[in-house]
């Protein structure tokens, strides 16, 4: 049974205590839309305990509202960063793919956030984050497709007419789900608090990176403004309630070890950024007749010599300030 909640605001006071700090709040390891979470179990959270989306978030925006005019507004502004190293980026933030490490199957988002923690995030160096880190996302699966099944809001590629994406491998199952609210927004927001708590040193720096990888929806063209808004609200509700969940407490503290320990071994952090170029350009053969696929892969060629340098860079655009909102 689905849990009502219908004010998330006490909980940036919750956030406020764990971490010492006032953290930004606007509404495994990296998933894609169309490939969610097992929301038959496997998180911290038992079904009475999962909040209903539905009844916490607000209505998706009607035809004409001041948010839908936003939303559209939105749209127009981020088709300008086509092709810019956000862009990139972006695509970059998309990937969905289940990497191999050592013969060993593990979510490639889970190095989302190599470069702000400091350490190489896999089985191998961190089991227990990786356990953490894909069970706190299955949670948050769970109360983001109530709402997003309730309100079946089509995604900009398919009612604009910016049609370009920057991960044409998912679109046609993207159009055939949800917008509202973001699942990746949900996922990193999430994977964001959560990590923020392992590794307090570093939480402002990996809560920007949280909020730029649920920006990344809106610079690929596949979420509204709306949609990410409604991302981190579902994500700080979820972790609000996770703070009552033994194992995942217990979860935490050996993971923050785990950090401690692996960075103790100064390793050089890296990540696979060009595994989104090898989807895309594989995708591009495949489907000779898709004229986006192939003008995609062509832009993510410099994905060949990415690093934690370039990431930087490419996200030092403020979104915020890009699209005229302060």
């Not at 948010?67 to 695509?91: C, H, P, T």
């Not at 191999?100 to 896999?122: D, L, M, S, V, Y």
């Not at 070890?257 to 952090?269: I, L, P």
Request: glycine share 6%.
């Amino acid at each position: 049974m689905l849990r009502s909640k219908k004010s998330v605001g006490f909980r940036v006071v919750i956030f406020a205590f764990i971490f010492g700090l006032v953290l930004p709040f606007t509404t495994s390891c990296q998933r894609s839309e169309e490939s969610k979470p097992d929301n038959t179990g496997g998180g911290y959270l038992t079904d009475g305990q999962v909040i209903d989306s539905v009844e916490l978030l607000n209505a998706a925006p009607k035809d004409g509202s001041a948010a839908k005019e936003l939303d559209l507004e939105v749209v127009k502004k981020m088709k300008n960063l086509e092709g810019s190293s956000r862009w990139i980026q972006a695509a970059a933030d998309a990937n969905d793919v289940t990497k191999k490490t050592e013969g060993r199957e593990e979510p490639g988002a889970c190095e989302q956030f190599n470069c702000q923690i400091g350490i190489n995030i896999n089985e191998k160096n961190t089991p227990t984050l990786v356990k953490l880190l894909t069970k706190v996302d299955v949670d948050g699966g769970k109360v983001s497709e109530t709402a997003k099944k309730k309100y079946m809001l089509p995604r900009p590629f398919v009612t604009t007419d910016y049609k370009e994406v920057c991960s044409p491998h998912t679109q046609e199952s993207l159009s055939k789900n949800g917008a509202y609210p973001s699942g990746h927004t949900t996922a990193g927001w999430l994977w964001g608090l959560t990590l923020a708590k392992v590794d307090p040193e570093n939480a402002s720096r990996i809560m920007e990176r949280a909020r730029q990888y649920g920006e990344s929806r809106l610079v690929c063209n596949v979420h509204w403004l709306t949609d990410v808004q409604g991302g981190r609200d579902l994500a700080s509700a979820v972790f609000a309630d996770l703070q009552q969940s033994k194992d995942f407490q217990a979860d935490v503290e050996k993971a923050a070890q785990e950090v401690k320990e692996t960075r103790g071994k100064a390793e050089t952090v890296k990540k696979n950024w060009a595994t989104t170029l090898e989807i895309t350009k594989k995708f591009a053969k495949e489907h000779p007749e898709n004229e986006t696929a192939k003008k995609v892969a062509e832009l993510l060629e410099p994905l060949k010599e990415w690093s934690c340098e370039k990431e930087v860079e490419a996200l030092a655009v403020d979104i915020n300030s890009y699209i005229g909102r302060q």
